[in-house]
């Protein structure tokens, strides 16, 4: 059975542009979470989503939105792009949103550049 | 936001050894995961902990989560060279999970 996959697995943007990344969980999990990893650090939450509803939200702006669609993938999105949003975007896929005793399982991740 | 500290920062330790790393939070956990990650590569699950107390292994790796449910620990016994890599803990609290800032560890042949 496949894994989380993410798509792409590196891009490169310029400061002020819009990225989408998008994330196909594994077969029979219906939660969706995404996560900003930049070098050197853990994971941050950045968003979680079950049947296509928001279920969390971390402390990221409003240039960052997901949505999650009926097959239970989902697509992170971040506008007007800064230096800073340079990272590895991980995703990641759980049966269920928590606390139900679910653990999350990761994709390779997008590696953003901003340039 | 919340904040796991994860200790040692890193370590270096020959083939064969033990290794024990661990994680504390001011707050209250319901669930803790162990994570490895490779170079440009997404976190593995090594081990995860629903209960406080609870003592899981996964071959060489046991952890355990702390009675206090501040607390985990993480230990690799026999250490071999492929053991090499960032190991991350991660706690489950309100709706989402926190990560620790990752043990680096090198296993010299």
């Known amino acids: 059975d496949a894994g989380v996959t993410q798509s792409p697995t590196h891009l490169i943007k310029t400061r002020g542009q819009h990225v989408t990344l998008r994330c196909s969980p594994i077969?029979?999990?219906?939660?969706v979470s995404w996560y900003q990893q930049v070098l050197g650090q853990g994971p941050q939450f950045i968003f979680q989503y079950y049947e296509k509803e928001e279920r969390g939200r971390g402390n990221f702006p409003d240039r960052f939105s997901a949505r999650q669609f009926p097959n239970y993938s989902s697509e992170l999105n971040v506008n007007a792009l800064l230096l800073g949003d340079s990272a590895l975007y991980l995703c990641?896929?759980?049966?269920?949103?928590?606390?139900?005793?679910?653990?999350?399982?990761f994709g390779e991740g997008s590696w953003l550049t901003v340039v | 936001g919340q904040q796991l500290n994860q200790s040692p920062q890193s370590m270096f330790i020959q083939e064969g050894e033990d290794v024990s790393m661990n994680c504390t939070s001011s707050?209250?956990?319901?669930?803790w995961l162990w994570y490895k990650q490779d170079p440009g590569e997404g976190p593995v699950l090594l081990i995860a902990l629903y209960k406080a107390g609870e003592l899981t292994s996964n071959g060489r790796l046991t952890a355990q989560f702390g009675i206090t449910r501040k607390d985990s620990f993480l230990n690799i016994s026999a250490s071999i060279p492929s053991d090499v890599g960032i190991y991350f803990c991660a706690g489950h609290t309100g709706n989402q999970f926190y990560f620790g800032t990752g043990t680096s560890l090198t296993v010299i042949p």
């Open positions: 707050s209250i956990f319901n669930t």
């Open positions: 990641a896929s759980s049966l269920a949103p928590y606390p139900t005793g679910n653990t999350i399982y």
């Open positions: 077969s029979g999990h219906k939660s």
